[in-house]
């Protein structure tokens, strides 16, 4: 079983960085996918990116490619997403999501693909 708590999201302004983490508490960690998604109010979820299971391959959204870089520690069984230069579009309610490994090469990149979320955490850019 697959449970995954974030944190890290707070309030910062525009141009800062904050670095989010999202730690599952299960066993077979290594085993899946994980990525990062967003939702804004009054929006739909957004991908914002994706490491595979050993994380070598990632992935990213056109909006956050350069600024944003995802990591993960299987060791740790935790992912996390570093926030460089944000932007006050960059405000949303930020999730993690686990999706099960199809092949070491697996990084998805759609919703539907992903299996296990938690619950989200408040990023907040200011102006």
């Known amino acids: 079983q697959v449970q995954l708590v974030e944190s890290g999201g707070g309030l910062v302004q525009a141009g800062g960085s904050l670095r989010l983490s999202c730690a599952d508490s299960?066993?077979?960690?290594?085993?899946?996918?994980m990525g990062w998604f967003r939702q804004a109010p009054g929006k739909g979820r957004e991908f914002v990116a994706s490491?595979?299971?050993?994380?070598?391959?990632?992935y990213y959204a056109g909006s956050v490619k350069g600024r944003f870089t995802i990591s993960r520690d299987n060791a740790k069984n935790t992912v996390y997403l570093l926030m460089n230069s944000l932007e006050p579009e960059d405000s949303a309610a930020y999730y993690c999501?686990?999706?099960?490994?199809?092949?070491?090469?697996?990084?998805?990149?759609?919703?539907?693909?992903?299996?296990?979320w938690g619950q989200g955490t408040q990023v907040t850019v200011s102006s």
């Open positions: 299960g066993r077979t960690f290594s085993n899946y996918a």
């Open positions: 999501a686990a999706a099960r490994g199809i092949s070491s090469a697996y990084v998805p990149k759609n919703e539907g693909e992903y299996t296990y």
């Open positions: 490491v595979n299971r050993n994380g070598g391959i990632t």
